[in-house]
């Protein structure tokens, strides 16, 4: 399969009051073209500053220390850290375009929407007429499911949550991105709205052939879209692989511990396991693998170094030295 | 069972505006609502946001004052209660509220927190009994050991620790029932269902009875399964029943829709759902309520000049399995 | 036994924090130590520096010598030893006004904004009244009918016509946090309005109470110079607003030797509303972080 984004060994630092904020820790990553990717993970995992760095638009207080993005679309490569900001600006939206997390904020309260498309759009210096950016944007917000009409004519506040994140996805596609990054798409929104995000998102893959990486805490997003799903925990990967093997046949105790913990609503009632202890502070990290203290696999080995991803099956990797062990459901 | 909660046709009204320039305007937030709790029950309460489970919650705590209706504390309208007697039920009658941030005082410790109860209340008579009880609530809410918690302030807890906290507060006048207002949706993953285990642990141990407020079908499921839910939708109450039948044999079509449109962490359960087509994506603004029932203009099975006409009885379809819905009119 | 020293380090520890967020902000601290320095000296130093206050007509304006480090005044008299001398009556106004103006918004403020209804309208329409009142001509009238013999007259005027500006701020931020979740779970607990609005909502205000105190101390010490000046107040003790009135009427004008006369109080006047400005950096620095969430 072809890669369209492939992430080498990033790592990105914040600084804090308290010392440095180790966010992101020699990440991995490859997103083939047409497929939809989950970046799954719990608060401070780092998989919004990974997001955020895709497109290098990380608050000023981060610094990619060290790795490389490589995007090669539409017949171009960049090496995306190393562009500058006059490169960027031309980079981001036309390939690679980002829906944040919330919705109402993203809008001026006192302009209606057309307006701030156009502010937007200029923003962006795009060669499109008024004409030709009106006509794009009714098919859009067509695609989308909204009477365009209306929509263009109203203020922030006159639309619900979801019709917002719904203007939102569309003012993404606006230049034909091939990578769409959606970072928690959904969670501001009650579950009827949500339903009607995750079908106009899928409609949307498969009508464009887009690139999707789905950025999330909850499991049920990863489930719902992904055709893969990497799990992060204390800022690494430590589990990537396909959705079912995910979720059917997780290599990873950390993985393993977040689908016991998850309950569903229509399967079978089943008894849940949570786990132990709390996430560890990212300023002070434990030695060796970051999961073992609330590990039921640890060993000593485990405690002496942190291990890298490793290659289980095909398309399955895990960063964990027990794998086998939890394979065979043995611990001992 | 004895009922220690009634609610007899509650309403609550909040006006807005009625300014120089803004005219008064009435939000029906609750309507006509009817339940009722049993000692040592589990009573889980979903639906989306706005949809007055909230309001429900502060309603029985006694926070807020019903517009109209009855709140009988085992068989007591606690706004008609002498003094003494509303002090009791108060203090029988604790709240846990979502945002472990906000629900507890940033400046006081943890030590703060729970003597001040207790020694206002004279549930202790000594500062050291006070120090012995304060150990015994950590203990029993998980925080040990003891002395590694006791003289914390809040912000140097975890979420989940905050949230232990708070539900050791709400033990210290010896409860009978604890409202619990999205308890967990604010936590991680994996900290949520050790939260959920805790408070199960709380009814097995001092039969405590629980009004579960929650929008997350899923964890209702879970914590509520051997106890009762009920629906709302706008301020209304369309469906109420044992978990497992409401949850297995939706009957109410808001119930049905939700249960189809909520994704689960499961890849083969969530792909393999259908999706019911509502006749509008948008929830309607409690300023502008349909007429009739209030999800007729949404609801696939709307039957023109009866749904939108009359407000819906509650019908009972099974023992102690009651909808709200015209559409059962026939079958009684 | 243990719990106590337990205890008694983590007061020790949170005190050397303070000291340590003091330190912080360069300008705050500075503010800070000149702040103690005029208070040691305003109330220290007349045990010190004696005063001689017989006319010397053969050193009548004096420049600055080792003798007369500021010179002297249109007596002959020592002007150092009357800026050491005169400080006290200001700072005893200046605080008993800060802290009277305090007091009354914020017992009010506070109370409107958790009673609210009639109390609140009442109390909010009471203090736009008072902030609509012209202040300095009022205490001018007031001057010319009650005897403003004590600092404790002049701060409780000061006092009753400065609360207001505080008040609708208390307000505005007890409405705010009265909606706070453990707000609503001291009610729950049943703990009481006076506990409540005392130690959950007042505590978290600190910060803006302390620097709002500070700030109308500072107006405090122009009003009071202010009046002093315009001669409203009986001129009985020496104090620094007395000297500037003494420098002007008898001196500055003719004589351009007296310019340290005129100047010296007016120095320790600003020097003393810096101290106060500056200090509230510092006081920002020390209670912000600890409200904050990553200390």
């Known amino acids: 399969m072809e890669n369209i984004l492939k992430i080498e060994d990033l790592y990105i630092e914040y600084k804090a009051r308290r010392g440095l904020v180790k966010a992101v820790r020699g990440v991995d990553l490859d997103l083939y073209k047409g497929e939809t990717l989950a970046v799954i993970g719990e608060s401070g995992s780092g998989k919004t500053t990974l997001g955020l760095s895709i497109i290098k638009l990380l608050p000023s207080s981060a610094r990619i220390s060290q790795g490389k993005i490589w995007y090669q679309g539409?017949?171009?490569?960049?090496?995306?850290?190393?562009?500058?900001?006059?490169?960027?600006?031309?980079?981001?939206?036309?390939?690679?375009?980002?829906?944040?997390?919330?919705?109402?904020?993203?809008?001026?309260?006192?302009?209606?929407?057309?307006?701030?498309?156009?502010?937007?759009?200029?923003?962006?210096?795009?060669?499109?007429?008024?004409e030709e950016l009106r006509v794009k944007v009714l098919e859009l917000l067509r695609l989308v499911q909204l009477d365009p009409e209306r929509v263009l004519k109203s203020y922030p506040h006159e639309l619900s949550g979801g019709m917002r994140q719904r203007v939102l996805i569309a003012l993404a596609l606006l230049l034909d991105p091939q990578i769409i990054i959606l970072d928690e798409p959904t969670t501001a929104l009650d579950i009827l709205s949500q339903r009607s995000i995750l079908e106009l998102l899928k409609k949307i893959k498969e009508k464009l052939n887009l690139s999707i990486i789905l950025i999330s805490h909850d499991l049920s997003l990863a489930a719902e879209?992904?055709?893969?799903?990497?799990?992060?925990?204390?800022?690494?990967?430590?589990?990537?692989?396909?959705?079912?093997?995910?979720?059917?046949?997780?290599?990873?105790p950390y993985t393993m511990g977040l689908i016991r913990a998850v309950p569903t609503v229509t399967a079978s009632m089943r008894e849940l396991i949570s786990i132990p202890g709390s996430p560890p502070d990212l300023i002070n990290l434990p030695e060796g693998c970051k999961f073992h203290p609330r590990c039921e696999y640890k060993i000593e080995e485990c405690l002496k170094e942190e291990p890298k991803l490793i290659k289980a099956s095909y398309n399955h990797y895990t960063a964990c030295i027990r794998w086998e062990n939890i394979r065979n459901g043995k611990n001992n | 069972?004895?009922?220690?909660?009634?609610?007899?046709?509650?309403?609550?009204?909040?006006?807005?505006?009625?300014?120089?320039?803004?005219?008064?305007?009435?939000?029906?937030?609750?309507?006509?609502?009817?339940?009722?709790?049993?000692?040592?029950?589990?009573?889980?309460?979903?639906?989306?946001?706005?949809?007055?489970?909230?309001?429900?919650?502060k309603l029985i705590a006694g926070l807020l004052k019903p517009t109209s209706g009855e709140i009988l504390f085992y068989g007591k309208d606690i706004w008609k209660m002498g003094k003494e007697e509303f002090k009791t039920y108060r203090r029988s009658v604790q709240i846990v509220h979502q945002d472990p941030y906000s629900s507890l005082n940033p400046i006081k410790t943890v030590y703060d927190i729970l003597s001040t109860p207790l020694l206002k209340h004279h549930i202790v008579r000594?500062?050291?009994?006070?120090?012995?009880?304060?150990?015994?609530?950590?203990?029993?809410?998980?925080?040990?050991?003891?002395?590694?918690?006791?003289?914390?302030?809040?912000?140097?807890?975890?979420?989940?620790?905050?949230?232990?906290?708070?539900?050791?507060?709400?033990?210290?006048?010896?409860?009978?029932?604890?409202?619990?207002?999205?308890?967990?949706?604010?936590?991680?993953?994996?900290?949520r269902l050790s939260i959920i285990k805790l408070l199960l642990s709380l009814k097995k141990n001092f039969d405590m009875t629980f009004l579960f407020i929650t929008h997350d079908l899923a964890m209702a499921k879970y914590f509520g399964w051997s106890g009762k839910i009920g629906v709302m939708y706008l301020g209304r109450l369309v469906e109420i029943g044992p978990t497992p039948k409401v949850l297995e044999n939706p009957l109410h079509p808001y119930t049905k829709a939700l249960l189809l449109a909520v994704p689960e962490a499961d890849p083969e359960?969530?792909?393999?759902?259908?999706?019911?087509?509502?006749?509008?994506?948008?929830?309607?603004?409690?300023?502008?309520?349909?007429?009739?029932?209030?999800?007729?203009?949404?609801?696939?099975?709307?039957?023109?000049?009866?749904?939108d006409k009359i407000e819906p009885n509650l019908y009972e379809l099974e023992p102690e399995h009651y909808v709200a819905c015209e559409l059962y009119g026939e079958k009684v | 036994m243990d719990k106590k020293i337990r205890k008694i380090h983590l007061i020790l520890g949170s005190l050397r924090d303070t000291f340590r967020l003091l330190k912080r902000n360069k300008v705050g601290f500075a503010g800070f130590i000149i702040l103690i320095f005029i208070i040691l000296m305003s109330f220290i130093g007349p045990y010190i520096v004696p005063f001689d206050t017989t006319s010397r007509l053969d050193k009548i304006y004096v420049k600055p010598s080792w003798e007369h480090p500021l010179g002297t005044d249109s007596q002959g008299r020592d002007i150092l030893a009357q800026i050491v001398h005169g400080g006290r009556d200001v700072l005893v106004v200046a605080f008993l006004t800060g802290f009277l103006s305090t007091l009354i918004a914020i017992s009010l403020g506070s109370l409107s904004a958790f009673i609210g209804g009639r109390f609140d309208s009442m109390?909010?329409?009471?203090?736009?009244?008072?902030?609509?009142?012209?202040?300095?001509?009022?205490?001018?009238?007031?001057?010319?009918?009650?005897?403003?013999?004590?600092?404790?007259?002049?701060?409780?005027?000061?006092?009753?016509?400065?609360?207001?500006?505080?008040?609708?701020?208390?307000?505005?931020?007890?409405?705010?946090?009265?909606?706070?979740?453990f707000i609503e779970a001291a009610r729950a607990l049943d703990l009481g309005t006076p506990y409540i609005v005392f130690s959950e909502i007042l505590p978290n205000m600190m910060n803006y109470i302390v620097i709002s105190f500070i700030l109308s101390m500072t107006?405090?010490?122009?009003?009071?110079?202010?009046?002093?000046?315009?001669?409203?107040?009986?001129?009985?003790?020496?104090?620094?607003?007395?000297?500037?009135?003494?420098?002007?009427?008898?001196?500055?004008?003719?004589?351009?030797?007296?310019?340290?006369?005129?100047?010296?109080?007016?120095?320790?006047?600003?020097?003393?509303?810096?101290?106060?400005?500056?200090?509230?950096?510092?006081?920002?620095?020390?209670?912000?972080?600890?409200?904050?969430?990553?200390?």
């Not at chain 3, 008040?167 to 007890?174: G, K």
């Not at chain 3, 202010?226 to 004589?255: D, S």
Request: glycine letters at 6%; one cysteine or more.
């Open chain 1, 74 to 130: 539409n017949g171009k490569k960049y090496e995306i850290v190393s562009l500058d900001n006059s490169r960027l600006r031309k980079f981001r939206w036309k390939e690679i375009a980002m829906v944040f997390q919330s919705a109402l904020n993203a809008f001026n309260p006192v302009i209606k929407i057309w307006d701030h498309i156009v502010d937007t759009a200029e923003s962006h210096d795009i060669k499109m007429t008024r």
């Open chain 1, 225 to 252: 879209l992904a055709d893969r799903v990497a799990v992060m925990y204390a800022g690494s990967l430590v589990e990537v692989g396909s959705v079912y093997d995910i979720f059917y046949k997780p290599l990873h």
């Open chain 2, 1 to 57: 069972m004895e009922k220690i909660i009634e609610l007899k046709n509650i309403s609550k009204f909040f006006t807005i505006g009625g300014g120089f320039f803004t005219p008064k305007k009435t939000l029906r937030v609750l309507e006509n609502l009817n339940l009722s709790i049993g000692k040592g029950e589990i009573f889980c309460l979903v639906g989306e946001s706005g949809c007055g489970k909230t309001t429900t919650g």
């Open chain 2, 126 to 191: 000594s500062n050291g009994q006070c120090e012995e009880k304060i150990s015994e609530l950590l203990k029993i809410v998980d925080l040990t050991p003891v002395e590694d918690f006791i003289y914390k302030y809040p912000h140097q807890l975890s979420g989940g620790q905050r949230q232990r906290v708070v539900i050791a507060r709400a033990l210290t006048l010896n409860p009978e029932f604890i409202v619990a207002d999205e308890a967990v949706s604010m936590l991680d993953v994996s900290i």
């Open chain 2, 269 to 307: 359960v969530t792909r393999s759902k259908k999706v019911m087509e509502l006749r509008s994506l948008d929830l309607p603004s409690l300023l502008n309520l349909p007429p009739g029932c209030r999800f007729s203009n949404r609801c696939p099975f709307m039957e023109p000049g009866r749904c």
């Open chain 3, 123 to 181: 109390i909010t329409s009471l203090a736009d009244i008072v902030l609509t009142i012209p202040h300095f001509p009022l205490l001018s009238v007031l001057a010319a009918f009650v005897k403003l013999k004590n600092p404790l007259m002049i701060a409780f005027i000061l006092a009753l016509l400065s609360w207001p500006g505080l008040l609708r701020a208390v307000r505005a931020q007890v409405l705010s946090l009265k909606e706070r979740d």
């Open chain 3, 219 to 295: 107006s405090a010490v122009y009003a009071q110079v202010g009046l002093i000046l315009l001669g409203l107040v009986p001129l009985a003790t020496h104090n620094w607003g007395v000297m500037i009135n003494f420098a002007w009427t008898r001196g500055a004008i003719f004589y351009k030797h007296s310019i340290y006369y005129i100047l010296s109080p007016i120095f320790a006047i600003s020097l003393f509303q810096w101290s106060l400005v500056s200090f509230t950096r510092s006081l920002e620095e020390i209670f912000n972080p600890r409200l904050g969430q990553g200390a």
